[in-house]
């Protein structure tokens, strides 16, 4: 349903004042005054206005379409496409939530209907729908989008027929994958307790709706999980089983993620979808495809009766074949022992052989009895020329002999020795006095140049002309002072003698400097101590 609304123009009321202008103006919706200009709109005004209009004038659509520029969900979950037809195009988004709850997702090339609403981007001056529901557009597109997906998990040889797995023959656990309140699970039930009771596990699960191919999905994979010894037995065989439907009632059994379910279980698998006529692509990853899920109970469990009948005539069988094959066995052996000569004629020829055998054993023994005491009477003979008590004796002789020839070498190699340590050691005296002789020597002409270079060093210091009655005069930073001239009045001097420093400070030169040479100046100071005195 739509409901008409006024054109933008006529609208009372447009969104916040202009931040353009602090001038009140005119509402939107006022016409010009004649002669006046238009009044001013925003961007954002005019964009927010046209957001409302469109909002609503439609509130809620649904849109028939074909999807196309899908490149799955965006970094931030949400998804973005276009809905296109031959004329024209529609921005389409599907808001993160949303999109985990579609039963249908969106695919290149896919006609579908969508539901949602219409509303702009101001961002982008364009106007999109926000999709709240997506189903294919009718039959035509599922049997489309079904087909694409059989020849895609072809593609993938999850149909082969190598990958199937056989069924046991007589399983001690059922699992049944149904809706606990139908008639499918009372019909297995009851033909299962008719041909050979079992025990059965039930998951419950949605057989219809969006919720229905993930529940299906975790069952398989729950019964798989299970450990064969645990409290809860893991099945041997499993049954997926649902009545009759439409194609979209059945649709859950066409989806991806439990096609792979029933691909990737290591327990056989058998569906049992719908009648015999209905077709879904897990029939093609099950193991075993049963027209009903009766006939489903009747692939897991042989007859017991026809089982048990079955083992009797088995068993009758082959005692029959017993008592035949011993009945032919003693006509056999009754008919070999008519062909056999005489015992005695059997064992004539032997016995003569067997008498032969032994008087030539009886021969051989004797004389390799005499040739063995003939070789025992020559090694007698020899041992007793080598007995061990002459073997002793003489290697006693030889022993005392070696220990004379070691007790003289010993002794002669002794005296040897001790001649050499003597002239050793009177060589190692020699060598030491001489030695100590040179060391004297040597430290004697050490101590000598030792005290040469010590006056030598006297002589040319400092000190040695100080005592000749010399001084070193050194201003307060003890710089030399070498001229009078660079001796200021008043100047503190350090006058260092032979004996030791005194502290001195100059008064006013009196006198000229002395042009005479220094010891010319030095003999006048001394016979005129009052002249160029510093002090």
Not at 39 to 60: H, I, M, Y
Not at 127 to 155: C, H, N, S, T, W
Not at 442 to 469: I, W
Not at 505 to 516: D, F, V, Y
Request: aromatic share 4%; with cysteine; hydrophobic share 40%.
């Amino acid at each position: 349903m739509t409901r008409s609304h006024p054109p933008l123009a006529a609208r009372p009321k447009i969104g916040h004042k202009s931040r353009m202008s602090k001038r009140p103006r005119p509402p939107p919706d006022a016409a010009p005054a004649p002669g006046a200009n238009a009044p001013e709109f925003t961007v954002s005004e005019l964009a927010n206005a046209l957001k409302r209009t469109v909002e609503d004038r439609f509130g809620q659509v649904r849109v028939r379409g074909e999807i196309s520029n899908y490149r799955g969900p965006h970094a931030s979950g949400h998804v973005y496409f276009s809905l296109k037809d031959q004329n024209a195009r529609l921005d389409a988004v599907i808001w993160k939530g949303t999109f985990a709850r579609l039963r249908t997702r969106p695919e290149d090339g896919l006609e579908v209907i969508a539901t949602g609403r219409i509303t702009t981007f101001p961002g982008k001056s364009s106007y999109q729908i926000v999709i709240e529901a997506l189903e294919p557009a009718g039959a035509g597109a599922l049997m489309a989008l079904l087909d694409e997906r059989r020849r895609k998990f072809i593609a993938e040889g999850l149909f082969e027929a190598q990958r199937k797995k056989p069924l046991p023959y007589l399983p001690q656990v059922i699992g049944v994958v149904t809706s606990p309140t139908g008639a499918v699970i009372r019909d297995i039930l009851h033909r299962l307790a008719d041909r050979f009771p079992r025990r059965v596990l039930v998951w419950p699960v949605r057989v219809q709706g969006d919720a229905c191919a993930s529940e299906v999905a975790a069952a398989i994979a729950g019964f798989n999980a299970l450990e064969p010894s645990g409290c809860l037995p893991r099945p041997d065989v499993l049954i997926i089983a649902r009545g009759g439907g439409s194609l979209e009632d059945l649709w859950g059994f066409n989806e991806e993620i439990v096609v792979r379910a029933a691909a990737a279980s290591a327990i056989p698998l058998i569906s049992a979808v719908g009648h015999e006529t209905d077709t879904t692509l897990l029939d093609f990853a099950a193991d075993l495809r049963a027209p009903t899920p009766t006939g489903a109970a009747e692939k897991c469990v042989p007859v017991r009766a026809e089982l048990i009948e079955q083992t009797a005539t088995l068993a009758r069988r082959l005692a029959g074949a017993e008592r035949r094959l011993l009945d032919m066995h003693a006509a056999h052996l009754r008919a070999l022992a008519r062909v056999l000569p005489a015992p005695e004629q059997l064992l004539a020829n032997p016995r003569q052989r067997m008498d032969r055998a032994g008087d030539r054993l009886r021969a051989w023994l004797r004389s390799g009895l005499d040739a063995r005491r003939l070789r025992v009477g020559r090694s007698t003979q020899i041992l007793a020329r080598h007995s061990p008590q002459a073997e002793l004796a003489r290697a006693s002789e030889r022993l005392k002999g070696l220990g004379a020839r070691l007790t003289q070498g010993r002794a002669t190699r002794l005296a040897m020795a001790r001649h050499e340590a003597g002239r050793s050691r009177q060589r190692l005296d020699h060598a030491e006095q001489r030695l100590a002789a040179a060391f004297a020597n040597l430290l004697a002409g050490r101590r000598t140049r030792l005290t040469q270079l010590e006056q030598l060093r006297l002589s040319l210091g400092h000190h040695a002309v100080l005592a000749r009655g010399f001084a070193l005069v050194r201003d307060a930073k003890e710089v030399l002072v070498r001229h009078a001239s660079d001796v200021a009045p008043g100047m503190r001097l350090n006058i260092e003698f032979s004996d030791g420093r005194v502290v001195a400070r100059a008064e006013e030169q009196t006198s000229a400097p002395n042009p005479l040479p220094a010891r010319q100046a030095s003999a006048k100071a001394k016979s005129e101590p009052g002249q160029g005195s510093l002090f």
